[in-house]
């Protein structure tokens, strides 16, 4: 293991501090278009990404590089998980997507909806991948069963406990361009979000119940871990985001795009560092000694790549993650409450101080 970890701390502040003027740039400057071409932009966007994810997934799966982790989840029916996989992965671009703009435009809806939605999407979710993906590893991600319950209905709940958290972080990172005027039920949304994060905290860590992803966890998921996994996905969140808004959002789309590409790329250094504060800096196991970013990302369990590896393939799973999820906002931005357009917003917004 290297005794630096790449990036410096420098190099971070200043990708920080670029990331966010020229996400403040993007956001004063956004102008949409017509509902029409959004919604047909994002549809064939969403549906590109989802057959580069199955075919280039077939490829990748050849290469030895690649953890094995990642091949166990394709190992059995890899068209169909492979392509249940991209499903689930657009979803979660487009499911907080939604419920971010839900809560900035109708917060009130947002707080009778978010808990029947974020249970319902996620049983749906754990259901396809359980019908495509191995047992074994369904049960690395949520722990083997040990509750007086049936073990698929143990699983499934782990399961929604759990990707509720992250679906919290998430919807809490796209809240992008937060209204002027902040009632009541926005503010009760907001409480929502972070209760939701610390149930899927306490469901995850005190309980014990996914022990698989504890042990990965810095201190077992201290206080420190938790700060880093929700500043992750804050991150995450909002530079996914800003390129869906760019994409659908905006008549100078490919100005956005660029912006909104440099502010996922210079964000890339923060997410690094936070995801290095959030994990295991070192593991006793199978007999060796290792970080959890190594056991994450390196091909096996005899050879553990160093640091200077572990942030290259860090940086290609980043990329590919924020692509797909990027995809998966685009695609229901132009639909429902987020296609209402923010300049038909702001105007609504100056109708209603003149009168």
Not at 136 to 164: M, Y
Not at 197 to 217: C, D, F, R
Not at 286 to 294: D, E, K
């Amino acid at each position: 293991m290297t005794s630096l970890i790449p990036p410096p701390p420098w190099l971070v502040g200043f990708c920080a501090i670029v990331a966010l003027a020229i996400l403040v740039a993007q956001l004063r400057h956004a102008n949409d278009v017509a509902v029409g071409r959004r919604r047909l932009v994002g549809l064939w966007l969403a549906a590109a990404i989802l057959g580069a994810v199955v075919v280039g997934g077939r490829i990748a799966l050849r290469f030895s590089l690649v953890p094995y982790n990642v091949k166990d989840l394709a190992s059995t029916f890899p068209t169909p998980a492979l392509f249940i996989l991209g499903l689930a992965l657009l979803s979660c671009g487009a499911l907080p997507s939604c419920l971010a703009v839900l809560l900035r435009r109708r917060p009130q809806m947002f707080v009778r909806v978010f808990l029947p939605t974020a249970f319902a999407i996620g049983s749906l979710m754990f259901f396809a991948l359980y019908s495509v993906v191995p047992l074994e590893s369904i049960d690395d991600i949520v722990g083997t069963p040990r509750l007086q319950l049936a073990d698929t209905a143990e699983r499934w709940l782990r399961f929604v406990g759990l990707f509720i958290g992250p679906l919290a972080g998430m919807t809490l990172g796209m809240i992008v361009r937060q209204p002027t005027n902040r009632p009541l039920s926005f503010r009760v949304g907001l409480l929502i979000l972070i209760a939701a994060m610390i149930g899927s905290w306490t469901v995850v860590v005190p309980l014990a119940i996914t022990n698989n992803i504890v042990e990965l966890l810095r201190g077992r998921g201290n206080l420190i871990a938790a700060l880093g996994v929700v500043g992750y996905l804050v991150v995450l969140g909002s530079t996914v985001q800003l390129g869906a808004e760019s994409l659908v959002g905006t008549r100078r789309w490919r100005g956005a795009l660029v912006a909104s590409v440099l502010v996922a790329v210079l964000s890339i250094p923060v997410a690094w560092q936070l995801f290095v504060v959030a994990t295991n800096p070192r593991l006793d196991k199978y007999g060796q000694v290792f970080s959890a970013r190594q056991f994450l990302f390196s091909p096996n369990r005899e050879h553990y790549m160093d640091d200077h590896w572990v942030f290259v393939a860090f940086v290609i799973a980043q990329a590919g993650l924020w692509t797909v999820l990027a995809a998966g906002a685009a695609a229901v931005l132009p639909f429902g409450p987020a296609g209402i357009s923010s300049q038909s917003e702001v105007s609504l917004g100056r109708s209603a101080k003149e009168t």
